[in-house]
């Protein structure tokens, strides 16, 4: 069984410029959350994908957008990247949408300068 | 806003101890508890959770109590090991339709062997 995988692993942009980052989910799982990570705090939500619609979203600006694929994989976009974006984001995926079991990615740790 | 407020912040443990981490929630519609393990440069892992239909859930050296009426729910790690040096976070989540788990800010542990 194959987790949840996250690429890049680590990359870095400035200030302006937009990024892509992409997750792989658990196999057999069709919901996909993710999250923001600063240095030192637990994660924030950002948004949840379920069947390929968005299924809830947290307190981000539109700037950030995401998408889900037939396969259940996914891509978070950041537009007009801003320092405070510097964070690990992690990407979970869930058996089914209304669980609390998340399987989490190692995370792409995203540096702005 | 927080909503899960997560103490302490760091802990450090002799070998053989046991580490007490405590949650506190504000939300009284929360109904899924879990508890998540992180290594450095890792995702974070489900490590236990529980309902509040019970007041104490054990996995091996790990267990939770949980408080209903106090809003309270701690993670006791007995037999403390070096190997469980990591940053454990606790969630709550669920109720009013809404599975989007809210995160406490973390505690960093170090047993010291």
């Known amino acids: 069984e194959t987790g949840v995988t996250q690429s890049p692993t680590h990359l870095i942009k400035t200030r302006g410029q937009q990024v892509t980052l992409r997750c792989s989910s658990q196999?057999?799982?069709?919901?996909v959350s993710w999250y923001q990570q600063a240095l030192g705090q637990g994660p924030q939500f950002i948004f949840q994908y379920y069947r390929e619609e968005e299924n809830g979203r947290g307190n981000f600006p539109p700037r950030f957008s995401g998408l889900q694929f037939p396969n259940y994989s996914s891509e978070l976009n950041v537009n007009a990247l801003e320092l405070d974006d510097s964070a690990l984001y992690l990407c979970?995926?869930?058996?089914?949408?209304?669980?609390?079991?998340?399987?989490f990615g190692e995370g792409s740790r995203l540096t702005v300068l | 806003q927080q909503q899960v407020k997560q103490s302490p912040q760091s802990l450090i443990v002799q070998k053989g101890g046991i580490s007490i981490i405590n949650c506190a929630y504000e939300?009284?519609?929360?109904?899924?508890f879990p508890w998540y393990q992180q290594f450095p440069g890792k995702g974070p892992a489900l490590l236990i959770a529980?309902?509040?239909?019970?007041s104490e859930k054990k996995e091996g050296r790990f267990t939770i109590s949980f408080n209903k009426s106090a809003k309270q729910f701690s993670l006791h790690i007995m037999d403390s090991q070096p190997g469980d040096s990591a940053t454990y976070f606790c969630?709550?989540?669920?109720?009013?339709?809404?599975?989007?788990?809210?995160f406490g800010r973390g505690t960093s542990l170090i047993v010291h062997p």
């Open positions: 979970a995926s869930s058996p089914q949408v209304n669980t609390g079991e998340l399987f």
């Open positions: 939300n009284t519609a929360f109904d899924y």
């Open positions: 196999s057999g799982h069709n919901t």
């Open positions: 969630a709550a989540l669920g109720g009013g339709g809404s599975y989007i788990p809210t």
């Open positions: 529980i309902r509040p239909d019970v």
